[in-house]
């Protein structure tokens, strides 16, 4: 089986850059899942039933969320209903949404998705690694294949993670950050591992926003109203394969396109 994962969309030039290459991508590498970050998506912060279904109609499979999630006040009635969208598992009970979903891919073969959040310098949520437990024991006899989205600040939380669910998941792939990371790897067990898929959206910023003003905030510490970018695209993701049978991952491959 062949998945792609897309790094955090971040705004219209995110979505641009999902248009462009999902269904290319798709032919290319006979993918049979993909996965995106879409919790920027909605200019720069949030999701929408309207930009949701703009993704889904790009080929996009499912879609996994991080902090900025309630952002959007829609969004809490529809993630509350689409099951296409997987927020952070790690918020309280009676959180709407779900943290977890199994689909069915190609071939009829069964995919969870599990999409955590990390702690460190960010909201003070459920421990992400007891989580993690609870859910695979819960998921394990329903998919082999099992793809983790940990959207987290700290690289170091992030390898705590994957080094944590090393042979037990099929992939944990790192968001949040929005630059990509060269340290694509196969743990012990076949685990697929990236600290951060990196961001698909506008390429001439500071991790998605005009540049000018995330300039001018660090040089004179006042705040700053802070706009999606515009201009060229950069899409950041990667490409995995795993073992239909065995649920272990075999290669990884980081994406870097750019318009």
């Excluded at 929005?178 to 743990?187: F, S």
């Excluded at 001018?216 to 705040?223: G, L, M, N, R, S």
């Excluded at 700053?224 to 075999?250: H, K, M, R, S, W």
Aim: net charge neutral; aromatic share 8%; with cysteine.
């Amino acid at each position: 089986m062949r998945l792609l994962i897309i790094g955090d969309i971040v705004g219209r030039s995110g979505r641009r850059a999902v248009k462009v290459n999902v269904g290319s991508l798709r032919k290319e590498f006979r993918l049979d899942f993909v996965i995106a970050n879409g919790e920027n998506a909605a200019g720069g912060k949030g999701i929408t039933e309207e930009i949701a279904r703009e993704l889904f109609s790009y080929g996009v499979d499912v879609l996994t969320m991080g902090n900025h999630v309630w952002n959007k006040k829609e969004a809490f009635e529809y993630i509350g209903r689409d099951t296409r969208i997987v927020r952070p598992a790690n918020y309280p009970p009676g959180t709407p949404g779900l943290g977890w979903a199994v689909y069915d891919t190609t071939g009829n073969v069964k995919v969870a998705v599990i999409n955590l959040a990390g702690r460190v310098f960010q909201e003070p949520l459920d421990c992400p690694f007891r989580k993690a437990d609870d859910i695979i024991a819960r998921v394990k006899e329903k998919a082999r294949i099992i793809i983790v989205d940990f959207h987290a600040e700290a690289t170091s939380e992030k390898a705590a993670m994957g080094w944590y669910l090393a042979g037990r998941v099929s992939a944990v792939v790192g968001t949040h950050t929005h630059v990509q990371t060269a340290d694509e790897r196969i743990l012990p067990g076949g685990t697929a591992y990236i600290t951060d898929l990196g961001m698909t959206g506008p390429m001439d910023s500071v991790i998605g926003v005009k540049k000018e003003a995330a300039i001018k905030k660090f040089v004179t510490q006042i705040p700053q109203y802070f706009e999606v970018a515009a201009g060229p695209f950069q899409f950041n993701g990667a490409l995995i394969e795993i073992g239909e049978d065995t649920g272990e991952a075999t290669d990884i491959q980081r994406i870097q396109n750019y318009e």
